[in-house]
């Protein structure tokens, strides 16, 4: 296989068009190597951290194994998530937005949408398809896996289990940090890589955009590695892949992931609090009709960006 694409005649061969001409295989390659040496190092220098100031790495191992049993060291690991989504996702991001042509901000798509009603319409949908969401996860739960079904309800546990100790907290405090570290850093860190990045890749690799927007959001479940949510976490990427393409603007996703993920946080504090008596764990508070009408608006909202999709090429500021 030949390493790089064919260049555009009479081209400068600078570092980063060379980078630009590799073939979208090598590409994915050397972008699946940032990912994992950013993993690494970020996990590696937060846990010497938090070994640093609880007196050894048996503790760190113990809470992960069990957060419950030492509460005290949740919010350490809060900030090993935070600082790992950074290292993992957002630094190989820039990086390969850099390198790709030298300028991360074009790349990424960092400008304000063209048509700023795009703000508002991502805000409308993303809360329209929570109830579709919901019953998608239901439908999810209900599938058999085979061998290996209860190796999945374990680890979903597991992970149910970790999420439910992150969310938990009766101080504002707390809330204002889980929102950074479940909201607002989820929101930025994945999405500049799975759609910012790992879209782009894959839409030049395969030359269609829907293609592109399908793979990448089923890498974005499966990297959740969460068998039992794989397909309601799959359809939210795949809704936030259109919203990139359509509004041009890597901020509408952003914003999208951080409605989704932040309402709830907002919603198990609110009922940790008192505020509110809705248990965010069940899928029976919508019903059927008002479901379906809430998916018919979110898809004429969604028609809607389509409609007023960006026109390439954009200006970036």
Not at 118 to 144: Q, R
């Amino acid at each position: 296989m030949n390493f790089y694409q064919p260049s555009t005649p009479g081209s400068t061969e600078t570092t980063p068009n060379r980078f630009k001409q590799l073939h979208p295989f090598f590409k994915l390659l050397l972008l699946i190597a940032a990912v994992l040496v950013g993993m690494l190092i970020s996990q590696g220098i937060s846990l010497l951290l938090i070994a640093a100031w609880y007196g050894g790495l048996n503790v760190v191992i113990e809470a992960v194994a069990d957060p419950l049993k030492n509460p005290k060291i949740i919010n350490p690991l809060k900030w090993l998530q935070l600082i790992s989504s950074i290292g993992s996702f957002l630094i190989p991001a820039l990086c390969y937005g850099y390198l790709y042509n030298g300028d991360w901000t074009s790349f990424l798509k960092l400008n304000a949408p063209q048509y700023k009603g795009n703000y508002l319409l991502t805000t409308l949908a993303i809360l329209l398809l929570l109830p579709v969401f919901s019953y998608v996860v239901e439908w999810n739960e209900g599938l058999h896996f085979g061998p290996f079904d209860s190796y999945f309800r374990e680890m979903e546990k597991s992970a149910e289990v970790l999420t439910k100790a992150f969310l938990h907290t009766t101080s504002w405090l707390g809330f204002g940090f889980n929102m950074v570290v479940i909201a607002l850093s989820a929101a930025v860190c994945e999405e500049f890589l799975f759609r910012g990045t790992l879209q782009n890749l894959l839409k030049e690799w395969f030359k269609n955009e829907h293609i592109a927007i399908w793979v990448a959001a089923a890498l974005f479940s499966l990297f959740h590695a969460q068998m039992l949510g794989f397909f309601p976490r799959m359809l939210i990427g795949a809704v936030l892949g259109y919203v990139y393409v359509w509004s041009g603007s890597i901020w509408t996703n952003v914003l999208a992931h951080f409605i989704n993920n932040g309402l709830q946080v907002v919603l198990y504090f609110f009922m940790v609090k008192g505020y509110s008596s809705i248990d965010t764990d069940k899928t029976d508070s919508f019903g059927i009709i008002p479901t379906a009408v809430a998916t018919l608006i979110a898809l004429v909202v969604m028609w809607w960006m389509y409609k007023n999709r960006a026109q390439e090429p954009l200006a970036c500021y």
